[in-house]
């Protein structure tokens, strides 16, 4: 057996009857002559790492709009904390790690500069609405890797298409909206426990809030301290996940799910609505629209900014993939050299 193999072997030896094996995969779009070496979820999350996208999250904003501090998150390291809490949650369960990491590392390609601000605005100008989700499939699928995507697997593709909840359900309701492996339902948990636990903390750091001002009722289910809180919520997610049926069914323990939907009412009320980071979304937004026309109503401009970027059937379409595409930084830089006045 090559190594390959060997490791295709070990899988179905260890992980779980509700793990998915790399050698049960439906495959990619395209048909690719198999790695000797990795897994093919192994050569998606080499994939994804090396790919421009996920190095252009270093400078895309998670909360806070291009922060002067260095302590605090961005859309990057978001991202990275995501893959540990999926890691340590994959392998309690003996699930699949290769496939929880690709898709941890690969779910938010797609978010816009200005975190959620961009993607409103997107949402609000381009025909048929914007969703970073689907543009993060957009990404894997065509715009990387000078339009010919990154061919990834279906089930990492399926778990970055339905890794988001927004304000909803952590696991939908309807079966068509849930992802179609347990290590994407996984990286759902993975991900909400990571905003919760260090938006929090960055809203301390900011002095947006105090600790005096977290409810009892978040605290005395689910801690203080950061580490803390997100071993007790990993931990309410492995007590509340049972298998019913043959299936493996996720869930969180009740007293620590009551905390979390607390801890997430009190985030969406006092740190994202605040009047400090609502300010400044404000004023990303109108940055974004007014790049958003402008470069619609000069495509020379455009073309001469996007250079390879992948090719796309319409103007719009193509607009809304490079502002999509932009950093925070990019797009402040490229806004002061349109609008602003020079010396």
Known sequence: MNVREEIEQREREYLSPHACLSAASKGRMRQERECPLRSIFQRDRNRIVYAKAFRRLKHKTQVFLAPSGDHYRTRLTHTLEVNEIGRVLARA????????????????????????????????????????????????????????????????????????????????????????????????????????????????????????????????????????????????????????????????????????????????????????????????SKMLRELFVYCMEHRDFLEQEMGGFAASLSLERRVCDFIASMTDRYAQNMYQRIFMPKK
Do not use: W
Request: net charge negative; hydrophobic share 40%; aromatic share 6%.
């Open 93 to 284: 369960l003996r699930l699949n790690e290769d496939l929880v990491e690709a898709i941890a590392l690969g779910h938010d390609l797609g978010h816009t500069p200005f975190g959620h601000a961009g993607e409103s605005v997107l949402n609000e100008l381009v025909s048929g609405g914007f969703s970073h989700y689907k543009q993060s499939l957009r990404v894997v699928d065509v715009l990387e890797n000078d339009g010919n995507g990154l061919n990834l697997s279906f089930e990492v593709r399926d778990g970055i298409a339905k890794h988001s909840k927004g304000y909803g359900e952590v696991i939908p309701s309807a079966s068509r909206d849930m992802p179609a492996t347990a290590e994407g339902c996984t990286v759902r948990y993975a991900d909400i426990i990571a905003y919760l636990s260090h938006d929090l903390d960055d809203a301390v750091r900011s002095g947006i809030i105090t600790e005096r001002d977290i409810p009892d009722e978040c605290t005395g289910r689910l801690g203080r301290a950061h580490s803390e809180i997100v071993m007790t919520m990993i931990e309410g997610v492995l007590r509340g996940t049972m298998v019913l049926d043959g299936r493996l069914v996720f869930g969180v323990a009740s007293e620590i799910g009551e905390g979390m939907q607390a801890l997430r009412t009190f985030l969406y009320e006092r740190v994202y609505r605040s009047e400090q980071v609502h300010n400044e979304f404000v004023k990303a």
